[in-house]
């Protein structure tokens, strides 16, 4: 059980994670609020209202932007960055302006899997890389356009393949590491 309902991060786990059948939270199932202070703690508490709801073992996961221009922010804020209802282009918008083309960017995310009976497991995965001078790019989401990682450099992450971007991403990397541990 992947603890959403959004049926773009659905597709990207179905990916990241072959020959595992997912299914996203049922609509009776509660969305608990993100309430932590760490990429931890929300993906826990996503992960846990699903087992408890469902009586299955669900996983979730928290990610973020940090710009080390900014202290490290907006980190567990990032889809709330310019405000509790801003779009993703708002959000992307304000980085962009507030943090200079060129500085240090690193995109982290964490799952969390946890069992009906209590069982919890962590996976983190980070990928660096800076804030280009102009968006560029149609694929990936939220900042990707601002994105450049530095396993590609010259080209966004809105630029890259999904394969591509699967095989460096935050995500590609926490979901690597949870699919090594089901499968061992």
């Known amino acids: 059980m992947l603890a ?20 996203p939270l049922p609509d009776e199932a509660g969305t608990p609020e993100e309430t932590g202070e760490t990429y931890a703690e929300n993906a826990l508490i996503k992960a846990r209202s699903a087992a408890a709801a469902t009586g299955r073992a669900a996983f979730a996961d928290d990610s973020g932007i940090e710009a080390e221009a900014l202290g490290w922010r907006p980190g567990v804020r990032t889809a709330r960055y310019a405000g509790e209802r801003a779009t993703d282009q708002e959000n992307l918008e304000k980085l962009h302006a ?17 069992t009906p009976d209590g069982a919890e497991h962590m996976f983190e995965g980070r990928c660096t890389g800076t804030l280009a001078a102009t968006l560029s790019g149609k694929g990936g989401f939220g900042y990707d356009p601002l994105f450049i990682p530095d396993e590609a450099p010259g080209r966004t992450m ?24 089901l499968r061992r």
Do not use: M
């Open 158 to 181: 809105a630029e890259l393949t999904d394969a591509e971007k699967d095989a460096i991403s935050h995500r590609g990397q926490a979901a690597r590491a949870l699919l090594a541990w």
């Open 4 to 23: 959403t309902r959004n049926a773009h991060k659905l597709r990207e786990f179905e990916r990241l994670l072959p020959g595992v059948t997912l299914d």
């Open 98 to 114: 507030e943090a200079p083309a060129g500085s240090a960017l690193r995109y982290v995310c964490v799952i969390a899997h946890v």
